[in-house]
């Protein structure tokens, strides 16, 4: 007979838990390019090849699209989240009711400000929708580590 619990399956990460999984995994902000490329193919939800591996994959995905990085006098540096994306996975852009009946279901968010873009996220990657969501990371670091992705190139650049 087959153990119950075995079948049983973890608690979906939080929004905040994903975010910090996220960044903790992420290039520091000393390489500015390597974070923004890294931050564009790597959804809150997990890898893309974990992601494409499960049976019911989720028609979107939600990334970090601005940060405000800090770094404190006690070498600890604090990224705040600015704005994130949702991006409808390898589709034409849909309405805002499926956008917010997502993060409601997955994140248990109700943001106010979600935003239809006009263009593609990252590589062709789908059409996407914008929004902010508290979310704040901290860690301790080395200096240098002020920057901001509102700096960086568009989501739609390779």
């Known amino acids: 007979m087959m153990d ?4 049983v399956q973890p608690p979906a990460p ?3 838990e994903a ?16 974070r923004q490329l890294y931050l564009r193919k790597y959804p809150l939800e997990g890898s893309p090849a974990q992601l494409e591996a499960q049976a019911s994959q989720s028609r979107f995905r939600s990334f970090l699209l601005q940060e405000e990085i800090q770094e404190g ?18 589709a034409p852009q849909t309405n ?4 917010l009946t997502y993060l409601r279901q997955r ?3 109700e943001p106010e400000d979600l935003e239809l873009q006009s263009d593609q996220w990252f590589r062709g990657g789908g059409a ?11 860690r301790q670091g080395a200096s240098q ?6 700096q960086a190139p568009h989501p739609s650049s390779s």
Do not use: K, N
């Open 96 to 99: 805002p009711a499926d956008y």
């Open 4 to 7: 119950p619990s075995a079948s």
């Open 19 to 34: 975010f910090i999984a996220l960044l903790s995994l992420a290039p520091g902000p000393v390489f500015p390019r390597a």
């Open 128 to 138: 996407y929708a914008r929004f902010t969501a508290p979310a704040v990371y901290e």
């Open 107 to 109: 994140w248990l968010l």
């Open 73 to 90: 006098s006690d070498g600890v540096y604090r990224v705040r989240a600015a704005a994130f994306a949702v991006v409808h996975w390898h």
């Open 145 to 150: 580590l002020r920057l901001s992705l509102a």
């Open 14 to 16: 939080t929004f905040q």
